[in-house]
């Protein structure tokens, strides 16, 4: 069985294409700093999205584990300190931005099966 971060690593592979292939441009994959870390940044239509990769296999899926309960309000907390660093280190402030989270269940036969992708946008928007 493939371990956490190979898993990690096919999710962020997949959420790519994803986003590439509905016109995302992708500014920064694993921006990191010593307080947190955004999967993936890219631009659409002028908004900046900061985009958590969450990915779980089949069997966990199985099991009622479903990838978008593993984001926390901690963890959108951490993405925002980690988004608002990384637009003022860009001079980006006066671009509109956003949280995003894609959700996705790796299939457990890679061969007959494609992921299972959940696009959750604005996640931080009240409603």
């Known amino acids: 069985m493939k ?6 690593n096919y ?5 790519e294409m994803f986003l590439m292939k509905r016109g995302f441009t992708i500014l920064h994959r694993n921006y990191r700093l010593f307080f947190g870390e955004i999967d993936i940044i890219a631009e659409k239509d002028g908004i900046i999205r900061f985009v958590e990769v ?5 069997e966990t899926y199985s099991r009622g584990i479903k990838p978008e309960d593993h984001v926390t309000r901690e963890k959108i907390s951490r993405i925002m300190k980690v988004a608002e660093f990384f637009l003022s280190n860009n001079n980006l402030f006066h671009k509109a931005s956003q949280i995003d989270v894609i959700s996705i269940v790796k299939p ?3 061969l007959h099966m494609k992921p299972e992708i959940l696009f959750f946008e604005n996640v931080t928007r009240e409603n």
Do not use: H, L, P, Y
């Open 3 to 8: 371990n956490r971060k190979d898993i990690g």
């Open 11 to 15: 999710g962020e592979d997949v959420a």
């Open 54 to 58: 969450k990915t779980v296999s089949q």
């Open 108 to 110: 457990s036969d890679m």
